[in-house]
T-cell receptor
Framework: DIQMTQSPSTLSASVGDRVTITCRAS??????LAWYQQKPGKAPKPLIY???NLESGVPSRFSGSGSGTEFSLTISSLQPDDFATYYC??????FGGGTKVEIK | EVQLVESGGGLVQPGGSLRLSCAAS????????MSWVRQAPGKGPEWVAN????????NYVDSVKGRFTISRDNAKNSLFLQMNSLRAEDTAVYYC?????WGQGTLVSVFS
């Protein structure tokens, strides 16, 4: 099984900050990675598909990069609506443990 | 538009069984690996099982091996999850997924 490791598990930041979340695969997964945002009481919402492609309707301040075993999700200027938990997932397989982005 | 619609969830006692179904539309179902994902209350999402395009290969998370069976009917654009010997810890919303696209989910509650 390919394991997905996300870091950090919690991130404290302020509105306007640039934040980066990292996801590492235990072996190469090419670009078969998605990023999700989840808010309390809601289902996860896909943000990024195939590592670096922005889902329709997702603000351009979100971006994804990486391939192989190292991936990152970057929010260029954190907005109040972005405080949430973020997950990476190897397609049709394991999720990372999640990163909670909270207000500093 | 890709659509995935789950059904079959409900309340069941420990040791019981349920069969989840997923009706797929808007894409060439037989060309994609498909999977089931679940999310228990207050927990992160968890991948449960996946199945190859032609149904010839499948994989499961360790906690459901020997109890759950994933299958598909490409002629009917349908995905299934047979869940046997259900436990309280299987309580979750179950989602049918094609890569990053998920259905709306169906709730499975296992209680005594």
């Amino acid at each position: 099984d390919i394991q997905m490791t996300q870091s950090p598990s919690t991130l404290s930041a302020s509105v306007g900050d640039r934040v980066t979340i990292t996801c590492r695969a235990s072996q190469s997964i090419s670009s078969w990675l998605a990023w999700y945002q989840q808010k309390p009481g809601k289902a996860p919402k896909p943000l990024i598909y195939k590592a670096s492609n922005l889902e329709s309707g997702v603000p351009s301040r979100f971006s994804g990069s990486g391939s192989g075993t190292e991936f990152s999700l970057t929010i260029s200027s954190l907005q109040p609506d972005d405080f949430a938990t973020y997950y990476c997932q190897h397609y049709n397989s394991n999720f990372g443990g999640g990163t909670k982005v909270e207000i500093k | 538009e890709v659509q995935l619609v789950e059904s079959g969830g409900g309340l069941v006692q420990p040791g019981g069984s349920l069969r989840l179904s997923c009706a797929a539309s808007g894409f060439s179902f037989s060309r994609y690996w498909m999977s089931w994902v679940r999310q228990a209350p207050g927990k992160g999402p968890e991948w449960v099982a996946n199945i190859k395009e032609d149904g010839s290969q499948n994989n499961y998370v360790d906690s459901v091996k020997g109890r759950f069976t994933i299958s598909r009917d490409n002629a009917k654009n349908s995905l299934f999850l047979q869940m046997n010997s259900l436990r309280a810890e299987d309580t979750a919303v179950y989602y049918c997924a094609r890569e990053e696209v998920w259905g709306q989910g169906t709730l499975v509650s296992v209680f005594s």
